[in-house]
Structures are given as C-alpha cells and as structure tokens.
C-alpha cells in the first residue's frame, strides 16, 4: 500500500521559513517524480515545483526565487523548503508521487502565513 505523509506546516509570520517533507512507504521512490503542489482557499490547486528521478528540478511560475525542492532517496523524502514567505503562500500544500500513469496524492500539511 503506497502512502504519502506530509508534515512541516505551520502557522508562520511573513517573512519567515518553512521546511515541508513527505515521507513515502510502499513504493520505489527514486525512480518516480516527486511534486508539491498547493492550493489556497477558494483558487485551484497549483504546482509549486517538481523533482525528478536523478535529483532534476522544475518550479512552477514565481516559486524559484524562494522555494527549493529536494529529495533523498536514502529516506524515501522529499522537502520543500520555503523562504521569506508570504501571505499568498498560504494554503494546503500537497505532496505527489508521479510515474507514467501513476499517480498518488498525500493528505496535505497547512500553511498559514499571517501576522
């Protein structure tokens, strides 16, 4: 059974740092592309950034200059880290394990930027 736990959200001021990870049990993780995405109240859910087999990174629209996605397959984890955030940012941020037809989704973490 493939399963996806995200953890590391928060409540966090703007300006501030968040460290995101998603733990994955039951599959081959290094072989498949690992994404966050996000979505916040009311709007469709997004992509943030992706990482692929190999450690290759994509970002979606306006996340490279403060978001970096990474993974350690040792730990079967991929990280999103975030900084200087801000009150757009926050939303429920998702984590997925992408490979040909395959798709699963974690439950999401929080993100709250707010002052």
């Known amino acids: 059974q493939v399963e996806l736990v995200e953890s590391g959200g928060n409540l966090v001021q703007p300006g501030g740092s968040l460290r995101l990870s998603c733990t994955t049990s039951?599959?081959?993780?290094?072989?498949?592309?690992m994404r966050w995405y996000r979505q916040a109240p009311g709007k469709q859910r997004e992509l943030v950034a992706w990482t692929s087999q190999g450690g290759g990174t994509y970002y979606g629209d306006f996340m490279r200059e403060r978001f970096t996605i990474s993974r350690d397959d040792a730990k079967n984890t991929v990280f999103l880290q975030m900084n200087n955030l801000k009150e757009e940012d926050t939303g429920t941020y998702y984590c997925n394990a992408h490979l040909g037809l395959e798709d699963f989704w974690g439950q999401g973490t929080q993100v709250s930027v707010s002052s």
């Open positions: 039951g599959l081959l993780f290094f072989i498949y592309t």
